[in-house]
Nanobody, 125 residues
Framework: QVQLVESGGGLVQAGGSLRLSCAAS????????MGWFRQVPGKERDFVVA????????VYADSVKGRFTISRDNAKNSVYLQMNSLKPEDTAVYYC??????????????????WGQGTQVTVSS
């Protein structure tokens, strides 16, 4: 079992920045790719970004390219999401997730087997 706990969400003005953290416990996350997803009420959970086990490969949704940066520290069993130039449309609950490793598809939520409880990010205009 893996427990994932997100933190760092909050209210920020458009153009501002936030850094989300995802702390894992239960076992090491170094064996798995990790991802961030986001969801607004009434909509599906959308892919934001993912990072490979070593951190050498990253995949970004087009909507966040150039503004968001994912990183990981396997020694700290943690993943981070630096969000810059935030826009009102980035408002959502952000979830950290651990990839199952069954396939190489990092952008679909059903390939992730553990999820955090989410952290709210609200960007005001």
């Amino acid at each position: 079992q893996v427990q994932l706990v997100e933190s760092g969400g909050g209210l920020v003005q458009a153009g501002g920045s936030l850094r989300l953290s995802c702390a894992a416990s239960g076992r090491t996350i170094s064996w798995n790719a990790m991802g961030w997803f986001r969801q607004v009420p009434g909509k599906e959970r959308d892919f934001v970004v993912a990072i490979s086990r070593s951190g050498g490969r990253t995949v970004y949704a087009d909507s966040v390219k150039g503004r968001f940066t994912i990183s990981r520290d396997n020694a700290k069993n943690s993943v981070y999401l630096q969000m810059n130039s935030l826009k009102p449309e980035d408002t959502a609950v952000y979830y950290c997730a651990l990839h199952s490793g069954v396939t190489y598809n990092l952008i679909v939520p059903w390939e992730y087997e553990y999820w955090g409880q989410g952290t709210q990010v609200t960007v005001s205009s």
